[in-house]
């Protein structure tokens, strides 16, 4: 049997273990990336580790999560990650350069290599042949340290393409939607989504990145294009084709499982407020009136798209009741619609110009109106995360949203008449890296500046034999790391201060969670299916560390997340039984004891539960480790892990 793209590049850069469904696997990783709301921690990790220079031989620590400057604490954070990028070797992106993963994708991505990042997109990267994943930021700081990277070995599911798209109505975004509506946000787990088939060809690179961006939301360990012709034109007209090389799956390449998705029968669809996975015809919305109307994000602002938007735009007015705002994914793509008129034309029509940057994808400014209907073009709309609790936001194509902003409610892009020019692919991109700071040859000089914000990471403590907690906590299915730890303007410039940010803690669900954590001590949270979905913030794990939370309970737990537990301590437990869920309830206390005998491989864990009016239960949890996530345990997390191996040296 022949090989996929995905077992191409993994064979290529492993290290240790065997590929083979669900074993630990240890690679090789060529590049990383941070952004500022997860790379504070990362750079903080590396002084920790006493780390002189960054073993990996590309880093990038881009600026682009927390640029609304309300006060001194995100420059703060800014200036500290160009010190340290400085310092340890990394490339740093200057604020409003762009997002993290346009601007990899355009820069800096090579098809064959493996890149992590501290950031749940990464897999954007997917889009260019590469395998990129996802990670929390002590993963990212130790692989930057020289450690491997371990992964369980994903399955593969082919996404065979056929036909071609009927754009400009239906979009890549709508092929991802599909994904979403067939599966769900769970139903990526351990999995890899391969696009293979005829319909491949007919999507341009761009397109290719929009689908593996937005795989994120499937709970998959990442998404993969072939590297072809497209991919070689690409990088060409980012005068980058000298990294290219062809990486096609065998004719007789063996999947695990088989999507078949026709590009021509798609339909416009949208993602209903609160879940990615909520995905409907646009058709079945008709009608609703729309408030607000967001273009942009890492899912949907290159160029093209861009340019296809202004092209919708020209010539009209954005609708009374309406607030458009757009957001370039990077400055090659702002500079682009500029010098072509695409920004004259979106202005004109009375849309809102922002900077090359997240912005109001997390809640960074652009907050809707209360109980606002908010139009996306981005990839998660969980509740709370524009920053208005009872805000609606619905997720779609840029096409389909440049519509709605014209008409004032939501409309179905094939009733409107879109007398347009399709914009082409660019022969050449305007290239200036002027925003990108390379680093000194030696940077042992360099003096990192700290301000009064950013706070020494908390350490966790060596596993001990025996929990005995209560719970606080009894969640339902698909709780979010924006659930666990809350983004928005508020609470993000607290990325660089663990005691700070620990107060917001599952501040939306309860409001007294920090002080009911505070008074135990020590606590277990239960949740149901795909706990900790969505984002990589490891903010999610550090901050209920400090709080004392020992385990996690629950049916199912999201990959990178579950990473992020173990990487601090805390035990990612699930249920043998399912049926369990409904034993256990919030305010039980509950007791495990016999942690230090587990072993690598797969723990039966006896708990007992006490009662409210003091009933007993037992119920039997399960724990699966590979042996390196076992050491970090015991060790209180891996970065007392990662401390310990280098004083054995
Ligand atoms: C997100 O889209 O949720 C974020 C903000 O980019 C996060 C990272 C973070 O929380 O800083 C992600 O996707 O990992
Ligand atoms: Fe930024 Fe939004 Fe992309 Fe996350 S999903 S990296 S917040 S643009």
Redesign the pocket.
Known sequence: MGDSVTYKILKEHLVAGEISKGKPISLKIDQVLT?DATGTMVYLQLEAMGIDKIKVPVAVAYI??NTLQTSFRNPDDHIFLQTSAAKYGAIFSRPGNG???QLHLERFGVPGATLIGS???TPTGGGLGMISMGTGGLDVAAVMAGENYEVNTPEVVEVRLSGKLNKPYVMAMDVILEVLRLIGVKGGLGKVFEYTGSGVSYLSLTERATITNMGAELGATTSVFPSDGETKRFLKAQKRDNVWKEIIADDDAGYDSLIEIDLSKLEPLVAKPFSPGSVVPIKELKGTPVDQVCIG???NSSYTTLALVANILKGNRVAENVSLTVSPGSKQAFSMISSDGSLTSMIDSGARILESV?GP??GMGQAPKSGGVSIRT???NFKGRSGTDDAQVYLCSPVSAACMALKGEIIDPRDFSLDINMPTEPEEFIINDNMFIFPPKDGIDVEVIKGPNIKPIPLGENLADKIDAKILLKLEDNISTDDIMPAGGKVLPLRSNIPAISEFVFSGIDKDFYKRAKKFGSSVIVGAENYGQG?SREHAAIAPMFLGIKAVIAKSIARIHRKNLINYGILPLLFKNSDDYAKCNADDNVQIVGLTDILDGVNEVICKIVHDDGAKDEIALVLEISLREKSILEQGGFLPYIKGKQKKG
């Open positions: 952004q682009d999560h997002i993290c993963h950031d749940s997109h994000s890492c899912t997240c994808c997390i981005f990839n998660r984002s």
